[in-house]
Every structure is written in structure tokens, then in C-alpha cells.
């Protein structure tokens, strides 16, 4: 599968974005991670076919990932952005099911879209 991720842009804290990935696939299995320079990828949200979702704890409450029902469309819906939110987000996805936030957990992989928030 290929992924191709949208949506991404430059905010003022306190703002909102709506990321987008589609896939050229269905998949079990759906994540949003994140990489700021010289720091490993972060894994942000993910979604499962079932609709359990993870979400790392510096998110919770502020970020919403969805999918469509063909299970090739995901979403991040990302409010009361942050300065420390900014960073080149991908979108990942797996046929498994059960993933972790765990960037080697994932196999498929998009080619990243840049989130950049100001003070």
C-alpha cells in the first residue's frame, strides 16, 4: 500500500489543523507519528480497524484520529495547537491488527506533510 499524507501548514499556537492520509489500501491498522530534527519518529495516534484508539499522553484531549469506513481514509483532527507540536507528521499503516505506538511496528509508511506552530 501507498499512503500520501495533506493538510499540513503553518499555525498560531492555540490553533487547529486537519491532517489527512489516504491509502491506496485498507488496513487493520492506522497511526499518525511525528519527527522534529535530530530526534527519533513519535508516535502520535493510532486507530485500529475495531475503533480502539491510543493516543500519547501530550495529545490527549487535543488531537482526534478517525477513519472512514473504507478503512483507506485517516484523519487527525489537531486543536489548541502548540509550539511543541510542530514537526513533519506520517501516516502508517499495517494489515495487523493490536499495533503500539512503536515506529518499528509499522510498515507502511507516507512521506511525511509539516506541521509548524508559532508563539
Known amino acids: 500500500a501507498q499512503l500520501m499524507e495533506s493538510g499540513g501548514g503553518s499555525v498560531q499556537a492555540g490553533g487547529s489543523l486537519r491532517l489527512s492520509c489516504e491509502a491506496t489500501?485498507?488496513?487493520?491498522?492506522m497511526a499518525w507519528f511525528r519527527q522534529t530534527p535530530g530526534h527519533q519518529r513519535e508516535g502520535v495516534a493510532l486507530?485500529?480497524?475495531?475503533?480502539?484508539?491510543l493516543y500519547i499522553d501530550s495529545v490527549e484531549g487535543r488531537f482526534t484520529i478517525s477513519q472512514l469506513n473504507d478503512k483507506q481514509t485517516l484523519y487527525l483532527e489537531m486543536n489548541n495547537l502548540r509550539p511543541s507540536d510542530t514537526g513533519m507528521y506520517y501516516c502508517?499503516?499495517?494489515?495487523?491488527?493490536?499495533?503500539?505506538?512503536?515506529?518499528?511496528?509499522?510498515?507502511?509508511w507516507g512521506q511525511g506533510t509539516q506541521v509548524t506552530v508559532t508563539q
Open positions: 502508517a499503516a499495517d494489515w495487523r491488527s493490536s499495533r503500539i505506538l512503536r515506529e518499528t511496528d509499522w510498515f507502511y
Open positions: 486507530i485500529e480497524r475495531d475503533g480502539r484508539t
Open positions: 489500501a485498507p488496513a487493520n491498522s
